[in-house]
């Protein structure tokens, strides 16, 4: 007969199929001096708390109690019309609140997908390697995965797309390549979704993040563009945040599409959660009306050009005999892959922890594990010196991994 215990520890399958990589380098990077140049983090010294605790102040003295109650699944209604209304401005199209879903990040949104689309065994069909928070979002609804292909000589069968429960995008400087598709690319794969029948979700956390030239329409503006000015029922469920461009600790996310979808997912997100938080809402309705975004995020984005070059300089000069990789032209990252395939990444990320510096290996990015002579590093965190620091650090590593291995 089994034991109190072994019942008690016996998990639900799809825990097996998680990682620890977020753990363990979150972990490392509580020691002193430890250098992470893994997680997807902003410059914290810039995040406006001024600006947003005058905010807070005002949002309690515009919607006292009503911002500290429960409120509807679908998020403050003026946040939901505020939403509505910026994206009709970004797109040219004709949104309503009934096109708009506030979530707990964007991140949030992605879980509320698996949750009202997937069930096990179905297909997603995903741009390759995937953020690994997409891959978590969607494993406890176990679905299958093939790679999104963008380049319309290579594309993605008919069948495939129909087959798909959705096509999942992050066309503005991915995470983690850090790669901007280009616009015909874009349009091409937009253009084969709408045909299928299936849901194509693009997501856009780095849209803010534009380092060098402005990028061109996202897949949502394209489809506006191609359906004209009717209330939009396309393919396209599109996910933003304030993470990248205000601050993440607010947690403000949404999601856009035909509102036949977005009212599945809302029901998704009250079996989740009732309500979000409608004080945050609130604050971030405040932040939106007074343009916050618009002052801050040219300070972010001057910080984030020269951490991002001077990241380039060390990478070059310290890792260049064994990796290459990109500048990325926004975003977050640095996607480096091995030169002639011949380190592990996993193995290295090891003996990383025990130098103290962190970066993510690509292995997590592939939904199916197998991507190991890759790894993401992160540029906007740490100052110029401390990421020079962790880069000599990984140099070392990958000495010492060399000579183990010869
Ligand atoms: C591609 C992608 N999607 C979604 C998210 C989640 O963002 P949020 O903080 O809004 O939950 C991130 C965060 O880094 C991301 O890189």
Redesign the pocket.
Known sequence: MASAESTRTRWAGWIATSNDVTGQFLAAADQPGFVSLAG?LPAAELYPVEAVAAASVRALERWGGTALEYGPCEGFPALRKAIAERVSLATGGTFHAEHVLLT?????G?DLLGKALVDPGDLIVAQFPT?L??LDAWRPRMPRYERLSWDPRHPNTDEQLRAARFVYA?PNF??PTGVLVPRDQRAALLERVARSGSWLVE?D??LVLQLDDPVGPGLLELDVAARGDRPYDGPVVY?G????SIA?GL???WMVGEPGLIRMLALAKQCSDLSSSMFTHAVALELLEADVEAAHVPAILACYRERRDAMHDVLVAELGEWFTGDRPSGGMFFWLEARRGAIDTDALYQRALREGVAFVPSSVFDPHGELRTAMRLNFTRNEPDVMAEGVRRLARAIRGYLSEET
């Open positions: 997807g707990t990040g964007a991140m949030q992605l953020y928070g997409a992050v991915s995470n997501d956390p780095y996910c945040t304030l993470s990248k993440p947690r403000i996310g």
